[in-house]
Structure formats: structure tokens, C-alpha cells
């Protein structure tokens, strides 16, 4: 990249795109995601009614943890692979990711249909509830949501600013209204 005076970037030429490790970015999201579901199912496991004690948490409870991870990694892998394609990084990566991850979680339950699930003729009722109209759905919603996020500045907060603790109280309190009569060193003189 060119550099004008002062050592900042040069206005006139658009910066160049850093492509993003796809792999290690999916595999590194995908942990986190393990380790929420993880959390998740030891909550889950926790106060559920079972007999299985411990061992619920991978019997029981444990495909939440492989669905929470295979979230972040789809998630990641999606946002990386359109950021890298388009060499772009703005809030349309984030919105494609979410939409991906949103999908995913829409469709879980349809492929787990039980034989006595059918053969009780409440498949009709799952279905419903995990079915492509709700991947799509669900694709809308969380692509919505993380594109919007991306789109603030990925950060809860908003626009971080380089304001001190003073001067960001300073803003927040009304400050007292000036004199008309002027203070005590304007009017000696």
C-alpha cells in the first residue's frame, strides 16, 4: 500500500483485501462452539429428571455439544469463504455465515425422526417444526441478526471511541447554565 505524509494510508488507492485462514478460522470457532455446548449440556444435564447420572451428559444431552460446534464451524467456514471470494469484508459475510448457521439449525431434527415416531403418527408434528420452511426461516432471522451486528461495527457498544472516563461523564450530565449576571472575576472588571 502507498504511504502519503504523516505515515497514513493514501486516500487515492483502496486498500488491499487480507484473505482470511478459512480452515483455522472454521476449526477455532467451532471449538468455541463445542465448548458452549458443552456448557449447555451440563446445564441441561443437570436438571433434567434422569437415571443416568453423569454419564447424561454425553448420553442425554451430548448432541448438543456436536450441534453447537458444528454451528460456529459453518458459521465461520461461510462468512471466510464469501469474505475471501469477494474480497470484501464488510456486513454481507456476516449476514451469509448467519444465514448458513441459521439453516442449519433449522433443519436439525428432520434426518432424526424415530421409527416410533412414525409409527405414532406425530411426524406430522416435527416435521413442522424442523422442516425447510423453518431452515429458511431460521436462515432469515440469523443471517438478519448477524448482518446487523457486522453492520453496527461488530460491537455491542457501538463506535468505540478514544474518549477518557472524564470526558464521557462530562457528555452524560447536564451541565449547570451559564450566569446572566457573569461570575465574581467579570464583574470586578
Do not use: W
Request: overall charge positive.
Amino acid at each position: 500500500m502507498v504511504e502519503s505524509q504523516g505515515g497514513q494510508p493514501s486516500t487515492s488507492q483502496a486498500a488491499v483485501y487480507d484473505p482470511k485462514p478459512s480452515i483455522r478460522y472454521a476449526s477455532a470457532v467451532g471449538l468455541q462452539g463445542a465448548a458452549v455446548g458443552a456448557f449447555i449440556s451440563a446445564v441441561q444435564n443437570a436438571l433434567g429428571n434422569h437415571s443416568q447420572g453423569a454419564a447424561g451428559f454425553f448420553t442425554r444431552t451430548g448432541g448438543t455439544i456436536g450441534f453447537f460446534a458444528a454451528m460456529g464451524a459453518t458459521f465461520a467456514l461461510t462468512e471466510s469463504v464469501v469474505a475471501n471470494t469477494r474480497e470484501k469484508d464488510d456486513a454481507l459475510n456476516g449476514v451469509a455465515g448467519g444465514c448458513a448457521a441459521g439453516f442449519l439449525a433449522g433443519i436439525r431434527g428432520t434426518f432424526r425422526l424415530t421409527l416410533e415416531a412414525l409409527q405414532a403418527h406425530s411426524s406430522l408434528r416435527q416435521l413442522s417444526a424442523r422442516s425447510l420452511p423453518m431452515a429458511v426461516a431460521s436462515c432469515a432471522v440469523l443471517g438478519a441478526a448477524v448482518g446487523t451486528f457486522d453492520y453496527g461495527g461488530k460491537d455491542i457498544r457501538g463506535v468505540s471511541t478514544t474518549e477518557s472516563r472524564e470526558e464521557r461523564r462530562k457528555r452524560f450530565f447536564k451541565h449547570p447554565p451559564p450566569s446572566p449576571f457573569g461570575t465574581a472575576a467579570e464583574t470586578s472588571e
